[in-house]
């Protein structure tokens, strides 16, 4: 007679999610899918080739990609090849990863939620960018004019396109 084993079902859930992330560049002649910069990969937990899924939050349309490390603390997120399609540069993105877990882990899980502003910079709980007052401690006062300016150039171009 045969003896039934118990078998330890593994469910997907929701490991992370970027919310609020706007396309920084998109290239349909490069190879590639998602670049994400290195800073807000780690916040997310998310690792090079990782799977994930893009949601245009203006369209909804939704994709799936493979994450690319982009140069830490850039803000990039861009999108690459044929995803490039999925989004234009200016939209409003959501990044999904998920994470196979067994019964008891998937019941405690808790998502960690990466919230970003419209520079791609890290939220804190009360809304202030991380990036901006870490870096305004660290940098000379040429290079925060700069990222400003670089900043303000992005918001008009979010802007025009809206």
């Known amino acids: ?10 469910r997907t859930m929701l490991k992370s999610r970027i919310s609020g992330a706007v396309v920084t560049e998109t290239d349909l002649a490069e190879a590639g899918s998602l670049l994400v910069d290195e800073e807000l990969m780690q916040a997310a937990d ?16 939704r994709i799936e990609a493979h994450v690319i490390p982009a140069e830490r603390g850039t803000g990039v997120v861009g999108l690459r090849g044929t ?7 200016g939209d409003a993105i959501t990044v999904l990863s ?3 877990m067994d019964g ?7 998502p960690k939620t990466v919230r970003l ?3 791609n910079r890290i939220l804190t709980p009360d809304g202030e960018a991380e990036r901006a007052t870490a870096e305004s401690d660290q940098t000379s006062g040429a290079a925060v004019t700069a990222e400003t300016s670089d900043a303000a150039r992005l918001d008009a171009l979010i802007q025009s396109e809206v």
């Open 117 to 119: 502003d419209r520079r």
């Open 104 to 110: 008891v882990e998937s019941v405690t899980h808790q």
């Open 83 to 89: 995803q490039g399609h999925a989004a234009r540069h």
């Open 98 to 100: 998920y994470g196979m």
């Open 46 to 61: 998310l690792v090079s080739g990782e799977r994930v899924t893009v949601v245009d939050l203006a369209t909804d349309a």
């Open 1 to 10: 007679m045969h003896r039934l084993e118990e078998t330890t079902m593994f």
